[in-house]
């Protein structure tokens, strides 16, 4: 608590939280976005499938990608975004895959055209699998973050605890564990409220959302 | 007479009318199985046709030829005159399953594909089939026999000239299986479209059909008019002697 009160007062805590948020957001957006369209492209194209598939189960494999990136600001956002590629780029092509063919087929005898059966009928029948790989990836972010800024970094809760511990600041160290879960569990609920949101037609995920509408 | 009483009704009630449907030899293989051979059947402008037959008899696969989601090996399919070579804007297909998509409320479900102002028409049609109070539900919320019925205000809402039915009370209760009936009997009879009917019971063939149509691996084997005053009473001693004779031919072509 001392720790807490002394380092918002200095400000410094909300400096390396910042840092921390904006590193996790850029490398969730880059890494989601890429997985995202990705995973809509080789859901929906053979083509594209049989070209980037299993190219993409070969990056998977080689985790010493990040040498080429050093140490430096660009590999803490590439450590990210590969990490929450996978999740995103999996559940999304997953999701667009199983879309059940009975609705497509009743989609184009109802006359719509591609682009209106790929918004009304194939992207919110993927929207579940989707946003479990949203919540997957929103974990890894943190868990990718905290060893990235760890292992070299000069700012950052992961740098703050670091320095901490090597000055024995027990607290400090404690403070930062405690930011991380914090950050995490904001994360999560996000998505849980999204899932409210977007979801509220599935009988699993109503919640109190139906009687909001 | 039966044909002008319901005839009379349409005229009255200013009904939109059927197309012709004309299957000529039609025959339909995938890969080295044959599962229709030289088909023909000339169905006349808002004429209700029932297709009955073991199930893998092929009655299934005529209805998606008929409807433009797939095409013949040999033959052709022709509405009004015109070649069926892709889903034509008249035709409306009723699935066994509703697919409503559940992501969607009941009434945008019914407007689906409709362009321009469909809001009204979507609830006309819902209110065709007594579900107008649901509009603003999810499909989940709806018993089996409500989803069929949202489906069926789908099929209609655009109006069609024909409209296939593919088992679409197969998986509905016995009571709910009456209920439906009567139902597409009454908007089949107001809006004059042309219908075919591919179902496994009889009874339900009998009482709907004008004609009825046994399929009998991929042949036809059997056509029977039933020219009986509508509403048909259920367990009316005429029809049941006719589904008994289509029942015996069933179960004998299948020995």
């Known amino acids: 608590m001392a720790a807490a009160v002394r380092l918002s007062r200095s400000g410094e805590i909300f400096g390396h939280t910042g840092i921390s948020f904006a590193r996790a957001a850029a490398g969730f957006a880059l890494g989601g976005a890429t997985g995202f369209v990705f995973g809509l492209l080789n859901g929906l194209s053979h083509t594209a499938e049989r070209l980037f598939d299993s190219t993409f189960q070969m990056i998977r494999n080689v985790p010493h990608l990040i040498l080429w990136f050093g140490i430096d600001e660009q590999a803490k956002l590439f450590l990210v975004a590969l990490g929450v590629f996978f999740p995103i780029y999996l559940n999304t092509y997953h999701g667009t895959r199983t879309v059940d063919p009975g609705l497509i087929e009743m989609g184009r005898v109802y006359g719509l055209t591609q682009n209106e059966l790929f918004r009304h009928v194939i992207l919110p029948g993927a929207l579940p699998s989707i946003l479990v790989g949203v919540r997957y990836a929103l974990g890894i972010t943190w868990l990718t973050l905290i060893v990235a800024e760890t292992v070299s970094a000069s700012a950052g809760i992961g740098y703050m605890t670091m320095n901490a511990r090597e000055f024995l600041q027990t607290d400090v160290v404690v403070l930062g564990i405690l930011i991380y879960a914090l950050l995490g569990k904001l994360a999560d609920m996000t998505t849980v409220w999204l899932e409210r949101r977007w979801l509220s037609w599935h009988p699993a995920f109503a919640g109190r959302g139906v009687e909001a509408q | ?255």
């Open chain 2, 1 to 255: 007479m039966v044909q002008d009483c319901v005839e009379e009704l349409r005229r009255v009630s200013g009904a939109i009318g059927g197309v012709e449907v004309r299957v000529s030899h039609v025959a339909k293989r995938f890969g080295v199985h044959s599962v229709l051979a030289d088909v023909n059947l000339d169905i006349r402008p808002g004429e209700f046709v029932a297709i009955v037959g073991h199930s893998g008899c092929g009655k299934s696969t005529l209805l998606r030829l008929i409807s433009g989601l797939d095409f013949p090996s040999e033959g052709g399919i022709e509405v009004d005159g015109q070649p069926v070579n892709r889903q034509l804007p008249e035709t409306r297909i009723m699935f066994q399953d509703a697919r409503l998509l559940p992501w969607r409320r009941v009434l945008e479900n019914v407007g689906i594909g409709r362009r321009g102002e469909w809001k009204s028409a979507a609830i006309e049609a819902l209110e065709q089939v007594g579900l107008a109070a649901r509009a603003e539900d999810w499909p989940a919320v709806l018993s089996g026999g409500q989803r069929q019925r949202v489906a069926l205000a789908r099929a209609l809402v655009s109006r069609p000239k024909l409209l296939l039915l593919d088992e679409p009370l197969g998986a509905l209760d016995a009571l709910t299986r009456l209920d439906m009936q009567r139902l597409v009997e009454q908007v089949w009879i107001q809006q004059g479209f042309t219908a075919v009917l591919v179902t496994h019971d009889v009874g339900e063939a009998v009482t709907l059909a004008d004609r009825v149509v046994v399929l009998e691996r991929g042949r036809i084997a059997l056509v029977q008019r039933i020219s009986r005053v509508r509403p048909r009473p259920r367990g009316d001693a005429n029809l049941g002697e006719i589904e008994g004779e289509i029942l015996a031919r069933l179960l004998e072509g299948n020995r």
